[in-house]
Each structure stands twice: as C-alpha cells, then as structure tokens.
C-alpha cells in the first residue's frame, strides 16, 4: 500500500464532499481515504501508484483543481 495526499482546491461543504467519495467509490484499486474540508486535501492509501492519475482526472472533472 502506498500513501498520497492531494491537494484540492475548491472544496467548500459536504456536498462536495459526498460528490468527490462517489467518484472514488468508482475506482478500483484504492483501499482507503480521507477527505478534509478544512485542510482542503484528500488522503489515499492506494495498491499501485498509476491510479493516482486516473484519479486526479476524475475529481478535476468534477470542476476542482487537484495538486500533488
């Protein structure tokens, strides 16, 4: 397992929340993570690093800017 954090800008509420965890929901190969509002950054235990850019697609394409 490996550990990222992300860098999420535009995150405000729950909403937002809720609309990025079912975009992961959907990718295989995370096997946790955690999503701050205050700190704006989401925190991911992962099999295999190449999902990262899947996943950073992902939330971008729901409108937020994602930075390693």
Do not use: P, Q, T, W
Not at 16 to 37: A, H, P, T
Not at 40 to 57: G, P
């Amino acid at each position: 397992m490996k550990k990222f954090e992300l860098n999420i800008k535009g995150i405000e509420c729950e909403g937002c929340v809720n609309r990025i965890k079912n975009v992961l929901s959907s990718i295989k190969g995370i096997d946790s993570f955690i999503i701050s509002i205050e700190d704006k950054k989401l925190l991911l235990s992962v099999k295999n690093e190449k999902v990262i850019n899947e996943i950073m697609r992902k939330i971008e394409a729901l409108g937020f800017s994602v930075s390693k």
